[in-house]
C-alpha cells in the first residue's frame, strides 16, 4: 500500500538493488531507506498508521492522510499479502456454513432451502453471493452501486440480479422451494430489503451485513431514501444531514432486523463495524446486560470453532506463475490434511473435513484472480506439515519455483480487534494489543521475509491492530528451519494468550501443542469454582 506513485516507484527501486545484508524499512507507504541487517533478518518491515494512541480517532486519520505522514493500511492489502477474494470466499464459506448448522435440526446435514440475507458486493463483501453458493443455501444480498452489481453478475459470482422487491421474493420462494443453490442480488438499499421481508413476515435463517461500516461518512454506507448519487451529492455537500440519514437509516435496519430474529433468525455480525456503528446511531442493538443484542461471528461462530484451536487462513503463493505448480501444491494439501485427519481428536474433525472439502474443491471453482495463490483454515501442524511438504517438493523440483507462505491477518494470533478477531475472549484482555505487537516481533527474528503491523483494518482506524508475515521457502535447509520455528510461534501465541483469558478450546489445543513440543511451555489458568469464589467474596463481606 502506497500513498503515491513516487512512493511506489521508490520502493521497487530499493527492492531492485538490495542484497541479503539489508533491509527496506517501510512507514506508512512511505520508503524510508534500506539499513543493514543479516541475511536471516526480515528483507522488508512494514508500519501502516502507527500513531500515538491519544491521536487515532477517524478524524485524526483524515488529516494525517491528507497531511501524507500515515495511511490506513488495511489488513492483508497493507502488509503485500493480498490474494484476491479467494481468501474472503473461504472465510465466509466456513461461516455461513457453521452459521447454517446452528439452525439444523437434529438428523440434519444439509443447508438447502436455508435463506440468508446479507448486504454488500464490493471488494471483499462481493464474496458472500459465491460463498453462499459453495455452502448450498438461497441467498439475497443487497448493493446500491449499480457498478458494483454488474461487476460480481458479469464475474459469475451472482447469479441474477433484482430492482423489485415483489419480484424478489417470488424467486426466493420458488427457489426455496426446490432447495437450490442460488445467488440473488437486489439492487437497492438494504434498509429497503429488511423492511420489505419484516412487513412481509418472510422467514429468514440467516441474516449479517458486510456494508463498509468502519467508513461510515465517505461511502461505506449509504441511507435509505436516496439513490446512489443522490446519497453522493449530499455526502459532499452536505454532510451532516448524510451522517444524520445514516444514523436514521441504520435504527431502521435494526427494527427490521430485531423483528425478523423474534421469529428465529440466527444474525450475526460480520465484522464491519455494524453493531458499533448501530449502537452510535441509537438504535436497539444492546441487550439487557449492556452488551450488544447480536454476536460477531467470531463470538459465536469463528472463535471458539477455529481460532481457539489454532485454525485460520494459512495461505501460499507459487511465484512461478504456473497453474501446474498451484495444482501440485492442492493435490499435497489435501494429502497432508488427511493424514492428519486420520488420528485427530474429534473436536478438530469438523474443522479439518470442510477444508479438505474445500482445497479440492479450489480449482474447479476458479478462484484464482492474478497470482497463483490459495487459501485454507489449518492449524500449527497443519501449516507446518504442509508448508515442510512444499518445500521438500520444491528440493526435489517437483515444484518448479520457490513459494511464498502467509496468512490473511484475520488469524489465531496476529489481530487484536475487540469487535471482531478477539470479540470472544472475556477477560477483559480483549482491548489489549500486546499478543498482535508480540507475535510480529517474534515473527521477524523467526525466519519470516517481511513483517508487517497496522492501525486499522476491517473495523477501522483506531478499533484494531493487526499484523502479517511473509516467508519464501526455496527447498532449502533454512527455510525449514524457519518453518518450523516462525509457524510454531505464530500460531501458539494467540492460542496460548487466548488459553489463559480460559477459553475452553484454546486450552485444550495448547495443552496437545506441549506434548509435540517438548521446549513449549505455556502458563495454564488455574479454573476456580464459581461457588468458590463467591464464597470467598461473601465471608468478606
Not at 507 to 514: F, G, P, Q, V
Request: charged share 20%; net charge negative.
Amino acid at each position: 500500500m502506497f500513498q503515491n506513485w513516487a512512493q511506489y516507484l521508490l520502493a521497487m527501486k530499493y527492492l531492485s538493488e538490495m542484497t541479503d545484508n539489508q533491509t527496506l524499512v517501510m512507514y506508512s507507504g512511505h520508503p524510508l531507506g534500506l539499513f543493514p541487517s543479516h541475511p536471516d533478518a526480515p528483507r522488508v518491515v512494514v508500519t501502516n498508521g502507527m500513531v500515538v494512541p491519544n491521536y487515532s480517532k477517524p478524524d485524526d486519520w483524515e488529516r494525517f492522510n491528507a497531511m501524507g505522514v500515515s495511511q490506513y493500511g488495511q489488513m492483508t492489502a497493507g502488509s503485500y499479502m493480498y490474494i484476491g477474494p479467494q481468501g474472503i470466499v473461504h472465510g465466509t464459506t466456513i461461516t455461513v456454513l457453521n452459521a447454517g448448522r446452528k439452525r439444523l435440526k437434529n438428523g440434519e446435514t444439509s443447508l438447502g432451502g436455508m435463506l440468508f440475507v446479507t448486504a454488500g458486493l464490493g471488494g471483499m463483501s462481493g464474496a458472500q453471493p459465491k460463498a453462499g453458493n459453495i455452502a448450498g443455501v438461497v441467498s439475497v444480498t443487497a448493493e446500491i452501486n449499480p457498478k458494483a452489481v454488474a461487476t460480481r453478475h458479469g464475474q459469475g459470482w451472482v447469479d441474477e440480479v433484482y430492482t423489485s422487491l415483489p419480484e424478489l421474493l417470488a424467486r426466493v420462494n420458488e427457489a426455496r422451494a426446490r432447495r437450490e443453490a442460488v445467488s440473488l442480488a437486489y439492487q437497492g438499499n438494504v434498509v429497503d430489503l429488511w423492511e420489505y421481508l419484516a412487513d412481509n413476515d418472510v422467514s429468514v435463517d440467516l441474516g449479517s451485513d458486510q456494508t463498509s461500516l468502519h467508513n461510515p461518512w465517505a461511502g461505506g454506507y449509504y441511507p435509505a431514501g436516496l439513490s446512489f448519487e443522490e446519497a453522493k451529492v449530499m455526502m459532499a455537500e452536505a454532510p451532516e444531514e448524510f451522517k444524520s440519514r445514516v444514523r436514521e437509516s441504520l435504527r431502521r435496519q435494526v427494527a427490521a432486523i430485531n423483528k425478523l430474529t423474534s421469529k428465529g433468525m440466527y444474525f450475526f455480525d460480520y465484522g464491519n463495524a455494524f453493531l458499533l456503528e448501530s449502537s452510535r446511531a441509537g438504535a436497539d442493538i444492546m441487550g439487557a446486560d449492556g452488551r450488544f443484542r447480536y454476536p460477531s461471528y467470531v463470538q459465536d461462530i469463528m472463535g471458539p470453532g477455529f481460532f481457539d484451536y489454532g485454525f485460520g487462513p494459512f495461505r501460499w503463493v507459487c511465484t512461478s506463475g504456473n497453474p501446474e505448480d498451484l495444482a501440485k501444491t492442492d493435490a499435497i494439501a489435501a494429502r497432508v490434511l488427511e493424514e492428519i485427519l486420520a488420528t485427530a481428536p474429534d473436536e478438530i474433525k469438523g474443522q479439518l473435513s470442510d477444508n479438505i472439502h474445500w482445497i479440492k474443491e479450489a480449482g474447479p471453482n476458479n478462484l484464482v484472480v492474478g497470482s497463483q495463490a490459495r487459501i485454507l483454515y489449518a492449524d500449527c501442524e497443519g501449516r507446518t506439515r504442509i508448508a515442510r511438504a512444499f518445500n521438500d517438493a520444491i528440493a526435489r523440483g517437483e515444484i518448479s519455483a520457490p513459494i511464498v507462505l502467509g496468512r490473511d491477518h484475520h488469524d489465531v494470533s496476529g489481530t487484536d480487534s475487540p469487535y471482531r478477531e478477539t470479540s470472544n475472549i472475556y477477560d477483559g484482555s480483549q482491548f489489549t494489543a500486546d499478543m498482535a505487537v508480540h507475535n510480529v516481533i517474534g515473527d521477524g527474528f523467526r525466519g519470516a521475509t517481511w513483517v508487517s503491523i497496522h492501525n486499522g483494518g476491517g473495523v477501522g482506524w483506531g478499533e484494531v491492530i493487526n499484523g502479517g508475515f511473509g516467508m519464501v521457502i526455496d527447498g532449502s535447509d533454512d527455510s525449514a528451519r524457519h518453518i518450523d520455528e516462525m509457524l510454531l510461534w505464530d500460531v501458539n501465541n494467540g492460542i496460548a494468550r487466548r488459553s489463559w483469558a480460559r477459553n475452553p478450546g484454546a486450552i485444550s489445543a495448547i495443552k496437545r501443542e506441549m506434548e509435540r513440543t517438548p521446549l513449549l511451555q505455556v502458563t495454564l489458568p488455574n479454573i476456580a469454582s464459581d461457588s468458590v469464589v463467591d464464597s470467598a467474596i461473601n465471608n468478606l463481606k
